[in-house]
């Protein structure tokens, strides 16, 4: 193993945590310093929660000592983006107006986190409630990709896949509503998982649209990801759309990992115009070498992929504009007063909160939300858009009868640079279109790394998507490929990553 264990997966630190090699403390320890030297210049973390982190890490230690028999991933620090409810740390969603909210609950996934052994080493940033694909929209600033500090590091959960990416953490939890956990893994080298719809709790989940919400895995490998999905997975009874079943068997499928055989679809309309020349040669790369392991590649067309942008933004806003109604200065966070009223009504407060306390994405989507939901507009634009839901559903069921699993490449381009596409709401959700359709069907999706571009030594990404609740097939194709990739590479891509504790860096 390596010397330097926030270098090793999170695998191989629970293998040395169990053969008493190291200790819990001491592995915590060695990622808070990792944070503390590297993260002024990332900032993947709103919050680090050094005391309590410490503290589990210490209890871990003490049962293990006791002979006690302990959960296989006891003593393994994690990164939480900051849109689950964790009891006792700060949850702000990225957002002003949940400014120092404390929730008084955790959401179940941080429960199985936390009943796992895993130190919970704080939040990570994300764009605000979620909307975004690089981190930019976050109240609190931007993060950046270790790859290149002026380049985004992907949204919304570009603080958990930065976090991972720059050894601050052996793995993360990230949400993904349209791509927020695979687009950030794709431009920064890492490896995301978008569950099946339901497979994993939403209870404790700030909502941003609830019927596409769903968290997930963020790590540096294939297995690690299995790993982490099988902790957070499985149903729960506080989540009504919860799937009444144990999670897949995910570990197995990465452990065993299989493609002989398989038929690997490549859908028409992800990828080609649009996509970085540099993006194209690498998925057509990582297609070949499946084709060398013995996999059969059919190519699909899923014509209506061609409208799941234009549907998702009539969806995602009415629904956020719902859940975000909540946020009215009476329940949580921010209260402000507004200026020159001598005795202000409720409303009065209610609009001086909301105006001062979310950002601009955020009112765009609230205005543009309540709009398409307003009735003399309801069936112009959301009763299509979820129409264009269901024939894209369609697409996919067509699809899976031709093949067991579809590749694209997970983002159009690689890492973009910060101020890039902030002013250009349209470009930047661009950055989405091969994810989004996963989320609108509620099938699984997954992103691994497939090399650098060409043209800018930038990391890029290759997308697995399976059909619902066949989660265990993203990693046994992704487990092959990912070997075949690092075979490719002379090892894990972000050991090309640059030393950011490097003079200069
Ligand atoms: N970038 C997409 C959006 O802005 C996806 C966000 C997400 O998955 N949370 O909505």
Redesign the pocket.
């Known amino acids: 193993m390596n010397t330097d264990i926030t270098r090793a997966s999170a695998a191989e630190i629970a293998d040395a945590l169990g053969r008493k090699e190291i200790s819990a403390v001491e592995v915590t320890q060695a990622h808070l310093d990792r944070i503390a030297a590297v993260d002024g210049q990332v900032h993947a973390f709103l919050h680090v929660d050094a005391d309590g982190a410490l503290a589990s890490a210490r209890d871990i230690d003490e049962r293990r000592a006791a002979g006690e028999e302990l959960p296989v991933m006891a003593g393994v620090p994690i990164a939480v983006k900051d849109v689950m409810a964790t009891k006792g740390i700060p949850t702000t969603c990225g957002s002003r107006i949940l400014e120092g909210w404390v929730p008084p609950y955790d959401a179940t996934l941080v429960t199985r986190l936390r009943a796992a052994g895993m130190p919970i080493l704080g939040k990570t940033n994300m ?1 605000e409630f ?4 690089s981190t930019e929209h976050s109240a609190y600033g931007p993060t950046r990709n270790p790859w290149d500090l002026e380049r985004i590091p992907g ?3 570009g603080g958990s896949s930065a976090a991972v990416a720059a050894f601050e953490a052996p793995w993360a939890i990230g ?7 695979r ?1 950030p893994a794709a431009v920064t080298g890492t490896v995301g998982t978008k569950p099946t719809y339901g497979g994993v709790s939403r209870y404790g989940l700030v909502a ?2 609830s019927s ?2 769903q968290a997930g895995p963020c790590s540096r490998t294939v297995l690690d990801a299995a790993l982490l999905h099988s902790v957070i997975g499985g149903h729960d009874p506080l989540d009504s759309t919860s799937i009444n079943a144990p999670a897949p068997p995910v570990v197995e499928a990465a452990r065993r990992g299989d493609v002989k055989g398989m038929r690997i679809g490549v859908v028409k309309e992800l990828g080609g115009e649009g996509y970085q020349a540099g993006v194209r040669t690498r998925f057509e790369e990582s297609v070949q070498l499946l084709v060398d392991a013995g996999a059969e590649v059919v190519e699909v067309s899923c014509p209506s992929f061609d409208y799941a942008l234009a549907a ?2 009539l969806i ?1 806003p009415s629904e956020a504009s719902s859940n975000l109604a909540k946020f009215d200065a009476m329940r949580y966070g921010l209260r402000v007063l507004p200026e020159g009223v001598d005795d202000p009504s409720a409303e009065q407060v209610m609009a001086a909160t909301r105006d001062a306390g979310f950002g601009d ?1 955020v009112k765009r989507r609230i205005i543009l939300g309540t709009y398409a939901l307003s009735s003399g507009y309801y069936d112009a634009y959301y009763g299509q858009a979820q129409k264009v839901r269901t024939l894209i559903s369609r697409d996919f069921e067509a699809a899976f009868a031709k093949a067991d699993v579809l590749l694209s490449p997970t983002a159009p381009t690689t890492a973009f640079k910060l101020g890039e596409k902030l002013d250009d709401p349209m470009a ?2 661009l ?2 279109i091969a ?2 359709p996963a ?1 609108l069907a509620g099938v699984p999706g997954m992103s691994l790394p497939s090399g650098l571009a060409e043209e800018d030594g930038l990391p890029t990404g290759v997308q697995i998507l399976a059909p619902a609740t066949e989660d265990a097939r993203l990693y046994g194709v992704g487990a092959v490929l990912e070997k075949l990739l690092t075979d490719r590479w002379g090892g894990h891509l972000l050991a090309q990553a640059p030393d950011l504790t490097a003079k200069g860096a």
């Open positions: 764009d979620a909307m975004g694909s949204g919304s959960g949400t993904d509503t349209g791509g927020s956990i687009q941003l649209a596409l919400d998702y933004y995602l994405e930047m959700y950055n989405d994810t989004i989320n």
